[in-house]
């Protein structure tokens, strides 16, 4: 049970922070995933805890680039087991996407019980657990070059949810397409990815859902219109435009 009262004005952070705890705790997330969590919480707070603008952008461009996809690959690391696994498997279901365990920190006993939740959250097949099916991703030499040959190795459009950005540097470079969330647009993978949904995951997830769901009736030219008109680097620079407004219009208050 929480211990969070629904009355407390920072509740819905504070619940937030309860989900990677208890993964934590249930063995799904790393150590260091909580710090991630801690800088993503202060990215939020600079963007004002709402979606963005931009963000809307960037998540209708996600959901026309994972509707025209040949192979969508969807990574799943600790933090996203913990926050958000019914909507994670909810989204691979939706646009046909395989589901591949890939964790930075590596650790079997961790990347079982994260197979564990997303099949407990209705998942079928899981990428990255069988040895026999390792590929090594070229140009990275964290444990995160370890993939799956039937997933994110063969994969044309990567979700891959806070990630560290040399490996989206490295599947750039492979040819493949990256789509990630991450709060803070000043980050590597921000920087790097295709489409970057500067949100928080537990927000957006279900947005880009929806958002794939209303696209799905379009055709592929218009799709790839949406795509050819999203610019990545427009907007992130879009949404570091809104963290400094609402720092200035802090500052008048204040
Ligand atoms: O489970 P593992 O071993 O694969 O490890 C996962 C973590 C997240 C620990 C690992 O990938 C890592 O260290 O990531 P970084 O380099 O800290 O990057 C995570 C990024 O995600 C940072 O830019 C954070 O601001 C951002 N972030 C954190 N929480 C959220 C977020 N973005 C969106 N939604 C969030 N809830």
Known sequence: MSLIPKS??????LLIREKLVVGFDNGLVAKEGLLAH???EAFDY?????????ALQAIRAAAAQILVAEMPVISVNGNIAALCPKQIVKLSKQIKAKLEVNLFYVNEKRK???IKTLKKNGANEILGSKITSSKK?????SARRIVDKDGIFVADVVIVPLEDGDRTMALRKAG????TFDLNPLSRTS???NITIVDNVTRAIDLLINESKKLSKKNKKSLQKIIDDFDNKKNLRENIIQIKNNLTR???IA
């Not at 407390?8 to 952070?13: D, G, I, L, T, V």
């Not at 600079?46 to 931009?54: F, M, R």
């Not at 991703?137 to 030499?141: A, F, K, N």
């Open 46 to 54: 600079l963007l004002g805890e709402k979606t963005g603008k931009a």
């Open 8 to 13: 407390h004005p920072r509740a819905k952070s």
């Open 250 to 252: 802090s500052a008048k």
């Open 176 to 179: 493949k397409t990256v789509i």
């Open 38 to 40: 801690g800088r993503g």
């Open 112 to 114: 079982q019980a994260i």
């Open 191 to 193: 920087q790097t990815a």
């Open 137 to 141: 991703l070229p140009g990275i030499d």
